[in-house]
Each structure stands twice: as C-alpha cells, then as structure tokens.
C-alpha cells in the first residue's frame, strides 16, 4: 500500500472505503496474476477475478451472524432474582437455562428476554457463525493405519523435502493408498507452522478424500469448490485467509486459496483434464501449482496411478532440472492386496455367436457370480443416454441436431432425443424425415441401456445410475454414492463419473462395457485417454479381502492401449505411447494452439480463417518461425456446426524449441482481430479438439 502514484492526479480516484480490513489479494498472489497474465495471455483483471471470491467483488454475502443469550448474574445473583421476581416463570427458566452456558437468542422467549435485558441480568451480543459446507459436517476422528514399506519410503522422501521444496511425481497403482502418503506429508507440513492444498478433479466425484483428510485434520480443513453456496464459499474463504483453515481442498480453482507459507501442494489424480480451464483465464492448475510451490519453497506432488504422457517424460534422466520431476513409485496395493485380474473379452465373436445383448455371455456369467455371492459390481460405459445415435435402415439417414453437427442421442426415461453438445431436445422421429420409410432404428449404447439391460437379466438386483442426468440436483452425487456404499443398491452403472478415486470394499466385479468407445475420437490423446479410464475403473474392483475380476469388453482387443490398461501396465503404454508421439509429432514433442473461429455467417467464418493463415503465414516467413512449424492450416473444426454457430480452426503445430509465446501472442492477435460476426478464440494446448 502506498500514499503516493506517480500518475497524473485526475486519473486517480478517491477510495471510498475498503472491502475488507485486510488486503485482499496477498501479494504472491499479485504476483501471480502478473504471471498469468504473461503466461496464459489473458487480462489482469480475469486472473484476479480467480483470487477473489465473487461474495467479495459484488459485497452480497456478509458474515453470518446470530444473537447470543449471555447471564450476567452469578449464584448469589441468580436466587437473589428468583426470590425478587418469583412470579416471573418464563425469566426464571431463561435464567436456569443460561446458568448451564450462552444460548442463541432465537430459541428464547422474546419478551421475557427483553425485560431480563433491561433489568441488567442478561446480556446479549453477536456472534459470528461459520456455515458448514456438508461434505465436512462428520466430525470422526480417524486412527492412523501403519504404513506400507512403499508408503513409508515415499513419505520419508516427501517430507525430507519440506524444508527445501522439491517437485515429484507419486507413481502409485490403484490401491496403493496415495492418499495416506498426501495425509502424512500435509501433517508434516502444518507441524511446521505451514499449510496445505489438495487438488482433486472434482470434489462432488471424490468424498472420499474429502471426508479423509476432513477425518484427520477437522476445523484445520476447508474445502472450496464451485457447489458451495455463496455463504458457505465466503466463510470458507474467510477461515484460509484469517489462517483459521490451514489444508484447503478443493477442484481446480482452489489452487488460488489465499493461503501463506505452503508447505505442500498436492495435485491428485494428476492426469485428469479438468485441471485445464477450458474458458478464459485458460489456466492449467497444474501448472499454477508448479508456480506456487516455487515461490513458497514448498513440496509439488503430482499424484496417479496413470500419469500424463507429458507428466511422466519429466521424470526421464535428461530433463533439466527445472522442468525435471522426482519419481516415486508405489507399486504395491496396501496389504499387498492382488491387482485386479482383467480379462478382455472379444465382442466380434459374441455376435457370431448369436449374442445380440450389449453384455457378452462372460460379463453376464460374472454378474450373476457376483450378485450371487452378494457382492457389488460397477458397470462403466463412457456414454450417457441410452442410444447414441438413431438411424434410417433404409436409406441410412441420421438424426443430428439443428444447432449442431451432431448425432442425437436417444434417452429413454424422458422420451427424447438429446443433443450432448448444446441440450436441445426433440421427440425420436416415426417415420425417416428423408425417405419416409418406417425402418428407424437405435444404435449404440449409453448408461441408461445398460441400466435396462441389468433389469432384463437381473430382475432382483437393484440397480443404480450416475451420470449427468442423474446428479443434476445438489448433493445428488453423494445420495448415489452412499446408497451404494451402504448396499442399498447392487449394481451401480455410470459413465467416467464412478472411474475416479472410489473405494468401495464390496465392489468385486468391475464390467467396461464398450472399451474402445473412446479409442477413435479425433484427438492425439484419444489412446492415452482411454488406457487411462480402463486402468482407473479397472482399479476400482477387489479393493479389500476380496479379490476382484474385470471384464473389458471390445472390439479391437489387440489394441495396445486397451492390451497394457488390461495388463495394469503403465510403463508398457507409456513406451509405446510415447514412441508414437515422437514419431506422428504430437504433444510434449510438439507444441498444438489454435484459434478457433465461430459465427452464424458460414462464408464469413470460413474466410476469416482462411484470411488468419495468410497473416501467420507471413509471419512465420518474417520472424524466422518457419523452421519450427510443423503443420500451420485454416480447416473446418471437427464439429463444424455447434450451438448454431459454424466454426472454423486455424490449427497450428510447432516444434518444441520454437518461441511458442511470440507465436501465440501473434494468434491472439488475430483471434482478437477477428472481423464483427465472428468471435476468435486461443486455445494453446487444447483441452480437447472438437
Ligand atoms: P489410491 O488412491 O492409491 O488408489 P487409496 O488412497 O484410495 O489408494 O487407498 C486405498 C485403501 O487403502 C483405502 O481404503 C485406504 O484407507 C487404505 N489404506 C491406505 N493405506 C493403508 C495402510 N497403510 N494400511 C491399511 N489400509 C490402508
Ligand atoms: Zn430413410
Ligand atoms: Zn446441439
């Protein structure tokens, strides 16, 4: 804070009063958003906006406060007032009540306890209520389990770091008990005077951890994310900031909490695109993590039983050492518990076999063994819905939607085609719309099919379905979770909702229900995506004295990254992976940002982009750039159509040396230059390509 600017007196405004006592942005964080704004190209004000709680921006939300019934008598007093105002029954009994400690005003008798106000023999005064965010609200203090040999060794090297910082990436199988290994490390860090934050993809997917580390650290802890209410989101922000709160969790954004002196900075489940802000600010929370950890000397841990491609090859001898990550692995499940056996299942022969069922005749043989025994099974399907697309057998016509160039997916619990990319809706068509023949038909399957094919085969099993459909409500997540943990339901069927970070002892059969489903999408990271769900909902079977059983069903069970998630072989994919990416020039080798171009006027958009690759091109040829260009092309997007608007992309690889922020800075030029009618947009290093 200063008294005096070096600008111009009629530029500077008078301060009308201050938000808070304190300053609201700490000054690393300041600095962070200076960096942000170098970094990701974007304005100093949005990067801010992700420090700053809006309760506070807008000045809605104040703290909560209740009224608080405090006696001011002592005992003599009390039966002096007794014997005073013996008629008075109501007083008498706010008094006695009292006697035994403060109470809220609100559960009071209002006139009694004015005239007791007046007559000096209570008082009451405000206090301050903190709103408690429900995924804290059990307060059970859990015991510390010894830790496994690995688990011991990864904390040593963890916390020997504390006092210098150091990066690392935790290499743990599923069920190797990462989370232990985060729980000691942060009780390390705040018996250093420290604090803490641990990034989960999502916390309404992960209550697990939640309640873990909620279990272990109790009122140190608070969590932020996006499903709090403003009150709830405001107080917690509160606490971080007065140093009351000392371990934040939370999902992406909370890697902003205004905490001081970290000590550790945990990223769970590390591969996990959510990480990466797919709207302006496109920050990637891994990245911001890196930078904090810097500035506070604290210890970065990168955590997954499937890491990035791009994450593991910094751990590889020849990284410098400033973009190097330590590895630890943990290769063991605790208790030395079996990884899952998987068996991959063949769907070409099911149908020459007659099988026309979504299920082949293993998974269903399974199932019943399951069910039988009265164990729990998790079937995951990557799709929601329960048809994916809905076709003409006669002429081959496909439904897709009005605003986007999509196939509809057909839901049947509300009758409906839905459109995944915008949500528009229409009814599922009698006749083909193209050549009026009745043959319509529905192809592929989604969460709601598998669901009714469960019902089908096993009318006793009680059957439950996350997905988005059925977690719009609040806390709906948690109602499916617990249900299931506590038995009420049997089989729980859902799409890459139930793939993270569960543990469920009962679960013993784990069925991936269309393996490849995700193979083929256009993105270079399609494989990677795909071994990483097989291996993460693999995971989730035999995760206590039971052992557990995968069926992975497919129709290309030679793939090799369908082969190494069967095989729970992460250094196999990530070999192979990664030699593919060398060879095709594909990310980390490389380096994709594009701009992509949307607007009503299809002719328009298409020359606009057409007209941004003659500008870069130019200045690829001025600057020197050319060299480090690998691909540099205006194309159609691959969905050409969305909400509406047509789209266009001005696609660009360069080689890992180029200048890539000169490049960039150039493209958000000619993003922001975009001519009226047509919106541009960077994106460097897509979160996804479509
Ligand atoms: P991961 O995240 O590596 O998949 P989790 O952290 O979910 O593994 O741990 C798996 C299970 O093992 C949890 O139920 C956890 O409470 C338990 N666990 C972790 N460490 C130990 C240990 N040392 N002894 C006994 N149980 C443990
Ligand atoms: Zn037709
Ligand atoms: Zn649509």
């Not at 934050?197 to 309640?211: C, F, G, N």
């Not at 196939?407 to 509300?414: A, K, L, W």
């Amino acid at each position: 804070m200063t008294d005096a600017c070096a600008l111009p007196p009629e530029k500077v405004k008078p301060v009308i009063k201050a938000v808070r006592p304190e300053p609201v942005v700490l000054p690393e964080l300041m600095a962070l958003a200076d960096w942000m704004h170098d970094r990701y190209l974007c304005n100093l004000v949005d990067a801010l906006r992700l420090m700053i709680p809006s309760e506070l921006r807008g000045g809605r939300v104040r703290e909560k406060t209740r009224r608080v019934a405090h006696l001011e008598l002592d005992g003599a007093g009390i039966d002096e007032f007794i014997a005073k105002n013996p008629r008075a029954k109501k007083q008498i009994g706010i008094v006695e009540r009292l006697r035994a400690g403060d109470v809220e005003t609100a559960v009071l008798d209002s006139a009694a306890l004015k005239a007791l106000e007046k007559k000096g023999a209570v008082s009451i005064y405000l206090s301050e209520q903190r709103r408690t965010p429900a995924a804290l609200s059990d307060d059970a203090h859990t015991p510390d389990p010894v830790l496994m040999p690995g688990q011991a060794r990864a904390v040593e090297a963890l916390t020997d770091a504390l006092s210098t910082g150091g990066r690392f990436l935790l290499h743990g199988v599923t069920g190797s008990g990462k989370t232990e290994v985060y729980i000691r490390l942060i009780r390390q860090a705040l018996q250093m005077g420290r604090t803490a934050i641990v990034l989960v993809p999502e916390i309404a997917l992960t209550p697990q951890m939640v309640s873990w580390l909620h279990g272990r650290f109790g009122a140190d802890a608070a969590v932020l994310h996006s499903a709090l209410s403003a009150g709830e989101r405001f107080d917690e922000w509160r606490r971080i900031r007065s140093g009351a709160a000392r371990v934040v969790i939370g999902a992406r954004s909370a890697i902003f909490a205004p905490l001081q002196n970290i000590g550790c900075i945990i990223v769970d489940e590390e591969h996990e695109s959510s990480y990466q802000s797919d709207h302006r600010p496109r920050y990637d929370a891994r990245e911001i993590a890196w930078h904090r950890a810097e500035a506070h000397r604290a210890v970065l841990v990168l955590g997954s039983a499937t890491p990035a491609i791009a994450t593991y090859m910094r751990t590889e001898r020849g990284v410098r050492p400033e973009n190097r990550l330590k590895l630890i692995e943990l290769r063991q499940r605790v208790k030395d518990r079996p990884l899952p056996e998987v068996e991959l299942v063949d769907m070409r022969g099911e149908f020459d076999k007659g099988n026309r069922s979504i299920f082949s005749a293993r998974l269903a043989q399974e199932l019943q063994v399951c069910l039988d025994g009265g164990h729990q099974a998790m079937l995951f399907i990557n799709r929601r819905g329960h048809s994916t697309f809905v076709s003409c057998r006669k002429c081959g016509y496909v439904v897709k939607c009005g605003q986007c160039d999509v196939s509809m997916t057909y839901h049947q619990s509300e009758e409906q085609l839905r459109c995944h990319y915008c949500g528009s809706t229409m009814p599922p068509p009698r006749t083909c719309p193209q050549c009026g023949s009745a043959y319509i038909k529905y192809f592929g399957a989604g969460t709601q099919k598998v669901e009714a094919e469960v019902a089908r085969l096993f009318p006793q099993a009680r059957v439950a379905r996350m997905d988005i459909d059925t977690t719009q409500r609040k806390d709906a997540h948690q109602r499916i979770l617990d249900a299931f943990r506590r038995g009420d339901t049997y089989v729980l069927v859902g799409t890459q909702m139930i793939a993270k970070g569960l543990d469920f002892p009962n679960v013993t059969l784990v069925g991936v229900v269309a393996a490849d489903m995700t193979l083929n999408l256009p993105d270079f990271r399609s494989v990677e995506r795909t071994f990483q769900l097989i291996t993460q909902v693999a995971g989730r079977a035999g995760r206590a004295d039971d052992p557990g059983r995968v069926v992975v069903q497919t129709y290309d069970p030679d793939h090799y990254g369908i082969r190494c998630a069967a095989a729970q072989d992460y250094r196999a994919f990530y070999t192979r992976e990664s030699a593919n990416r060398r060879l095709a020039l594909y990310p980390p080798f490389t380096v994709i940002a594009r701009v992509v171009f949307s607007g009503k006027d299809e002719e328009l958009v298409k020359r606009t982009a057409l007209a941004a690759e003659a500008t870069l091109n130019e200045y690829a040829d001025r600057h020197g750039v050319r060299d480090d260009v690998v691909q540099l092309r205006a194309a159609e997007a691959p969905i050409g159509l969305l909400r509406g608007e047509h789209r266009w992309q001005l696609f660009v690889k360069l080689y890992f040396r180029a200048d890539v922020e000169a490049v960039a800075s150039r493209m958000r030029q000619i993003a922001d230059d975009a001519p009226e009618g047509v919106r541009g947009e960077l994106e460097v290093d897509p979160v996804n390509m479509i």
